[in-house]
Protein backbone atom coordinates (compact mmCIF):
# COMPACT_ATOMS: atom_id res chain seq x y z
CA UNK A 1 0.00 0.00 0.00
CA UNK A 2 1.40 3.77 -0.74
CA UNK A 3 0.72 6.55 1.11
CA UNK A 4 -0.52 10.19 -0.34
CA UNK A 5 2.34 12.06 -1.31
CA UNK A 6 4.81 9.33 -2.07
CA UNK A 7 7.38 9.99 -4.64
CA UNK A 8 7.00 8.34 -8.22
CA UNK A 9 9.30 8.90 -11.47
CA UNK A 10 7.65 9.08 -14.66
CA UNK A 11 10.82 9.28 -17.53
CA UNK A 12 10.61 8.91 -21.12
CA UNK A 13 12.17 10.39 -24.53
CA UNK A 14 10.32 12.03 -27.20
CA UNK A 15 8.76 9.08 -28.46
CA UNK A 16 6.18 8.21 -25.58
CA UNK A 17 5.98 11.77 -24.22
CA UNK A 18 2.33 11.95 -24.85
CA UNK A 19 2.01 8.47 -22.91
CA UNK A 20 4.27 9.45 -20.05
CA UNK A 21 2.08 12.56 -19.78
CA UNK A 22 -0.98 10.68 -19.09
CA UNK A 23 0.29 8.69 -16.98
CA UNK A 24 1.99 11.73 -14.73
CA UNK A 25 -1.59 12.82 -14.40
CA UNK A 26 -3.34 10.19 -13.42
CA UNK A 27 -0.95 9.36 -10.24
CA UNK A 28 -1.23 13.12 -9.59
CA UNK A 29 -4.72 12.72 -9.01
CA UNK A 30 -4.09 9.57 -6.67
CA UNK A 31 -2.14 11.87 -4.96
CA UNK A 32 1.51 10.83 -5.68
CA UNK A 33 3.80 13.42 -6.31
CA UNK A 34 5.30 13.22 -9.31
CA UNK A 35 8.58 14.02 -10.64
CA UNK A 36 8.92 13.66 -14.65
CA UNK A 37 11.72 13.64 -16.58
CA UNK A 38 11.79 14.21 -19.96
CA UNK A 39 14.90 12.57 -21.34
CA UNK A 40 16.49 15.01 -24.63
CA UNK A 41 20.35 14.40 -24.53
CA UNK A 42 22.24 11.08 -23.62
CA UNK A 43 24.06 12.75 -20.33
CA UNK A 44 20.42 13.04 -18.66
CA UNK A 45 19.96 9.15 -19.32
CA UNK A 46 23.40 8.80 -17.47
CA UNK A 47 23.18 11.32 -14.99
CA UNK A 48 19.54 10.29 -13.58
CA UNK A 49 20.55 6.41 -13.69
CA UNK A 50 23.67 7.07 -11.96
CA UNK A 51 22.68 9.79 -9.42
CA UNK A 52 21.07 7.84 -6.04
CA UNK A 53 17.42 9.47 -6.51
CA UNK A 54 15.59 8.11 -3.76
CA UNK A 55 11.77 6.90 -5.25
CA UNK A 56 9.99 4.22 -4.48
CA UNK A 57 8.33 3.68 -8.20
CA UNK A 58 9.97 4.83 -11.53
CA UNK A 59 8.50 4.22 -14.80
CA UNK A 60 10.28 4.54 -17.72
CA UNK A 61 8.77 5.11 -21.39
CA UNK A 62 10.71 3.88 -23.98
CA UNK A 63 10.73 0.92 -26.71
CA UNK A 64 12.64 -2.15 -27.05
CA UNK A 65 13.71 -4.99 -28.56
CA UNK A 66 16.81 -7.84 -29.52
CA UNK A 67 16.33 -11.30 -30.21
CA UNK A 68 19.40 -12.92 -27.54
CA UNK A 69 20.28 -11.98 -23.98
CA UNK A 70 23.50 -9.87 -25.47
CA UNK A 71 21.13 -7.66 -27.18
CA UNK A 72 18.02 -7.13 -25.63
CA UNK A 73 17.52 -3.37 -24.85
CA UNK A 74 15.28 -0.69 -23.45
CA UNK A 75 15.71 1.91 -26.52
CA UNK A 76 15.76 5.35 -25.60
CA UNK A 77 16.38 8.12 -28.62
CA UNK A 78 18.19 11.50 -27.93
CA UNK A 79 20.71 13.78 -29.51
CA UNK A 80 24.44 14.00 -28.01
CA UNK A 81 27.39 16.18 -28.36
CA UNK A 82 29.88 14.43 -30.54
CA UNK A 83 32.53 17.20 -29.52
CA UNK A 84 31.71 17.06 -26.17
CA UNK A 85 30.81 20.92 -25.93
CA UNK A 86 27.54 20.95 -24.44
CA UNK A 87 27.40 24.90 -24.62
CA UNK A 88 27.76 24.72 -27.93
CA UNK A 89 24.75 24.72 -30.42
CA UNK A 90 27.06 23.02 -33.12
CA UNK A 91 27.94 19.20 -33.07
CA UNK A 92 24.91 17.95 -31.63
CA UNK A 93 23.62 14.53 -33.70
CA UNK A 94 20.77 12.07 -33.05
CA UNK A 95 21.48 8.95 -31.11
CA UNK A 96 20.44 6.37 -29.52
CA UNK A 97 20.67 4.45 -26.45
CA UNK A 98 20.65 1.08 -26.22
CA UNK A 99 19.98 -0.55 -22.29
CA UNK A 100 21.29 -4.05 -22.73
CA UNK A 101 21.76 -5.76 -19.87
CA UNK A 102 25.65 -5.07 -20.09
CA UNK A 103 24.89 -1.50 -20.34
CA UNK A 104 22.35 -1.57 -17.58
CA UNK A 105 25.83 -2.66 -15.19
CA UNK A 106 27.79 0.01 -16.41
CA UNK A 107 24.99 3.04 -16.42
CA UNK A 108 22.58 2.01 -13.89
CA UNK A 109 23.59 2.11 -10.12
CA UNK A 110 22.41 3.31 -6.78
CA UNK A 111 19.41 2.37 -7.24
CA UNK A 112 15.97 1.60 -5.05
CA UNK A 113 12.66 1.17 -5.39
CA UNK A 114 10.45 -0.53 -8.20
CA UNK A 115 11.35 -0.07 -11.41
CA UNK A 116 8.37 -0.72 -14.43
CA UNK A 117 8.89 -0.59 -18.01
CA UNK A 118 6.92 -0.11 -21.34
CA UNK A 119 9.52 -1.28 -23.67
CA UNK A 120 8.54 -4.34 -25.93
CA UNK A 121 10.16 -7.61 -24.29
CA UNK A 122 11.74 -5.94 -21.50
CA UNK A 123 10.20 -8.31 -19.43
CA UNK A 124 13.09 -11.12 -20.44
CA UNK A 125 15.01 -12.74 -17.33
CA UNK A 126 18.71 -11.04 -18.31
CA UNK A 127 17.25 -7.34 -18.33
CA UNK A 128 15.49 -8.08 -15.20
CA UNK A 129 18.46 -9.32 -13.34
CA UNK A 130 20.65 -6.26 -14.47
CA UNK A 131 18.15 -3.90 -13.31
CA UNK A 132 17.93 -5.73 -9.99
CA UNK A 133 21.36 -5.98 -9.48
CA UNK A 134 21.62 -2.02 -10.11
CA UNK A 135 19.61 -1.69 -6.63
CA UNK A 136 15.75 -1.86 -7.75
CA UNK A 137 14.14 -4.43 -5.55
CA UNK A 138 11.47 -5.07 -7.95
CA UNK A 139 11.02 -4.55 -11.71
CA UNK A 140 8.07 -5.05 -14.05
CA UNK A 141 8.12 -5.34 -17.62
CA UNK A 142 6.53 -7.05 -20.41
CA UNK A 143 7.77 -10.63 -21.81
CA UNK A 144 5.76 -12.86 -23.65
CA UNK A 145 3.15 -15.20 -21.84
CA UNK A 146 3.66 -18.41 -23.57
CA UNK A 147 7.55 -18.25 -24.16
CA UNK A 148 9.51 -16.00 -21.53
CA UNK A 149 12.99 -16.36 -24.24
CA UNK A 150 10.79 -14.36 -27.12
CA UNK A 151 9.98 -10.76 -28.12
CA UNK A 152 6.51 -9.66 -28.07
CA UNK A 153 5.11 -6.22 -28.81
CA UNK A 154 3.18 -4.67 -26.39
CA UNK A 155 0.21 -2.31 -26.96
CA UNK A 156 0.69 1.13 -25.31
CA UNK A 157 -2.92 0.88 -24.23
CA UNK A 158 -2.76 -2.12 -22.73
CA UNK A 159 0.64 -0.44 -20.87
CA UNK A 160 -1.74 2.61 -19.54
CA UNK A 161 -4.32 0.39 -18.25
CA UNK A 162 -1.58 -1.99 -16.54
CA UNK A 163 0.13 1.59 -14.53
CA UNK A 164 -2.76 2.97 -13.76
CA UNK A 165 -4.32 0.04 -12.33
CA UNK A 166 -1.62 -1.05 -10.52
CA UNK A 167 -1.25 1.95 -8.74
CA UNK A 168 -5.25 2.68 -7.70
CA UNK A 169 -4.32 -0.87 -6.22
CA UNK A 170 -1.58 0.17 -4.36
CA UNK A 171 -3.73 2.84 -3.10
CA UNK A 172 -6.87 1.04 -1.97
CA UNK A 173 -6.84 1.91 1.83
CA UNK A 174 -5.35 5.10 1.25
CA UNK A 175 -7.66 8.10 1.60
CA UNK A 176 -11.04 6.71 0.37
CA UNK A 177 -13.90 6.19 2.49
CA UNK A 178 -15.09 3.07 3.09
CA UNK A 179 -11.89 1.27 1.60
CA UNK A 180 -11.58 -1.55 3.39
CA UNK A 181 -9.07 -3.78 1.25
CA UNK A 182 -5.18 -3.23 0.96
CA UNK A 183 -2.93 -4.62 -1.93
CA UNK A 184 0.58 -5.72 -1.83
CA UNK A 185 2.70 -5.04 -4.92
CA UNK A 186 2.71 -8.66 -6.16
CA UNK A 187 -0.85 -8.21 -5.55
CA UNK A 188 -1.42 -5.40 -7.39
CA UNK A 189 0.37 -6.08 -10.22
CA UNK A 190 -1.38 -9.92 -10.30
CA UNK A 191 -4.76 -7.70 -10.66
CA UNK A 192 -3.73 -5.48 -13.14
CA UNK A 193 -2.25 -8.06 -15.15
CA UNK A 194 -5.83 -9.88 -15.39
CA UNK A 195 -7.44 -7.38 -16.53
CA UNK A 196 -7.82 -8.37 -20.55
CA UNK A 197 -7.07 -11.66 -20.38
CA UNK A 198 -7.87 -12.66 -23.54
CA UNK A 199 -5.45 -10.13 -25.43
CA UNK A 200 -2.41 -11.48 -26.27
CA UNK A 201 -0.18 -7.73 -26.22
CA UNK A 202 -2.39 -6.86 -23.61
CA UNK A 203 -1.85 -6.13 -19.52
CA UNK A 204 -1.27 -10.55 -19.13
CA UNK A 205 2.24 -9.71 -20.71
CA UNK A 206 3.43 -7.78 -17.40
CA UNK A 207 5.80 -9.98 -14.84
CA UNK A 208 7.06 -8.67 -11.99
CA UNK A 209 10.52 -9.39 -10.59
CA UNK A 210 12.09 -8.81 -6.68
CA UNK A 211 15.94 -9.26 -6.23
CA UNK A 212 14.53 -11.78 -3.18
CA UNK A 213 13.31 -14.45 -5.96
CA UNK A 214 15.69 -14.15 -7.76
CA UNK A 215 18.17 -14.31 -5.38
CA UNK A 216 20.57 -10.86 -6.27
Same mark, same amino acid.
Given at each position: ML????????V??H?M???A????????A?GL???F?FF?????I????SQ?L?Y?Y???F????????E +??????E? %?D????? !???PE =?W /? $???V?????K????VQ???G???????????K????A?L????QS????VHP??????? +??D????? %??FT??? !?YL?D =?? /? $?D???????E?E????AA???P??Q??TK?FQ??????E??
Amino acid at each position: MLRLFTRVAVVCDHTMLQDAHALRGMLEAFGLQVDFYFFLQKRQILDFFSQPLNYAYTVIFCHGSGKTAE +DMHLRLEV %VDQKDGD !YDTPE =GW /D $RVVVELTPAKIVEYVQNREGTLLSTACSSGRKPLAEAFLKSGYQSYIAPVHPDDPTKEI +DVDIDSSL %VFFTSFF !YYLMD =GV /D $RDDSTTSYTEQEAAEKAAQLDPHFQHGTKTFQRYTAVEEKI
